[in-house]
């Protein structure tokens, strides 16, 4: 009788530096952490290869499910890697030793701080891989992938409201070689308090029906269906939120830093997929 093929592992490409003291960090910390949630886990000096080490990396980062990158010790060879993992769209968990190993064009990103300690890191990475494991299936079942760019925001503030205006760009792309699943309704989950648009018109808000967020707003469909190979659509949405109000007592400050998540549920004929996205994003008053 036929057998029913079998999922492929989600294989996680680990980049760090090639020092022996990395070694605990990398086998206790992120190897077993990943083998126990059913990653195929590797370093590419445990590979057998032809072509060079630089080319062998290329090519794993580029079929690999997710990265797994140490930036502790500023090495310019990771650096360099993911850098080009970033601009091939992988799924990126950051992580580092010391806060102060982190460059500046990375620091918007999440990183896991594990001060030395693999035990911590595997409590925060297995979350993490967690998490990188749904958007992995997400992604396997659905063929659509999303990617948040990163948000841009203002600081609207008058002598008696500070208000943040925040434009969040999503990119739908589809690199199988199947169109994806007819798109049905598109939500953006959020925390109270923000009024979302879309092409300039307030979005529809209703409770939530996806813990932790308390509401969910609608969005109008870019595409029906994202095409095979390279298929792509873009969702653009601009959130306002009022962050002090003078005649409470508020202090209006000149900058906010404003951190969260955010949830997208694209609705298709084949179901409903899930990303959740952190949002870290800094509101400054434009000097006039």
């Known amino acids: 009788m036929p057998t029913e093929a079998t999922t492929p592992q989600p294989f996680a490409f680990v980049l760090m530096p090639f020092d022996s003291s990395f070694n605990d960090i990398y086998l206790l ?50 650096f360099y890697e993911v850098g080009y993992a970033h601009a091939k769209g992988k799924l990126v968990i950051l992580l580092t030793s010391d806060t102060g190993d982190i460059p500046f064009d990375l620091k918007h990103h999440r990183h896991i701080v594990y001060g030395g300690s693999a035990t911590r890191l595997r409590t925060q990475l297995a979350k993490d891989l967690e998490w990188a494991k749904a958007e992995i299936q997400n992604l396997r079942d659905s063929r659509i992938k999303v990617t948040l760019q990163k948000p841009s925001g203002l600081l609207e503030k008058s002598d008696w409201l500070a208000e943040a205006d925040i434009d969040l760009k999503f990119d739908l792309s589809n690199h199988s070689s199947q169109a994806s699943p007819d798109i049905e309704a598109i939500y953006i989950y959020m925390n109270r308090q923000w009024t979302v648009r879309q092409d300039e018109k307030v979005c529809s808000t209703v409770d939530s029906d996806w813990s932790p967020f308390k509401e969910r707003h609608f969005l109008a469909c870019p595409v029906r269906r994202l095409q095979k190979n390279g298929g792509w659509a873009q969702i653009k949405v601009n959130m306002k939120r009022i962050l002090a109000v003078a005649s409470k007592g508020e202090v209006l400050k000149d900058s906010y830093q404003l951190k969260g998540k955010l949830g997208l549920r694209i609705a298709t004929s084949s179901g409903n997929f899930d990303y959740q996205f952190p949002l870290d994003v800094a509101v400054d008053e434009i000097p006039f």
Do not use: H
Not at 46 to 73: F, K, P
């Open 29 to 78: 910390g992120i190897k077993e952490t990943a083998t126990q949630l059913d990653f195929d886990c590797q370093r590419v000096d445990e590979q057998i290869y032809q072509e060079s080490m630089l080319e062998r990396i290329y090519r794993q980062i580029d079929v690999a499910d997710v990265i797994v990158a140490d930036m502790s010790g500023r090495n310019p060879n990771v």
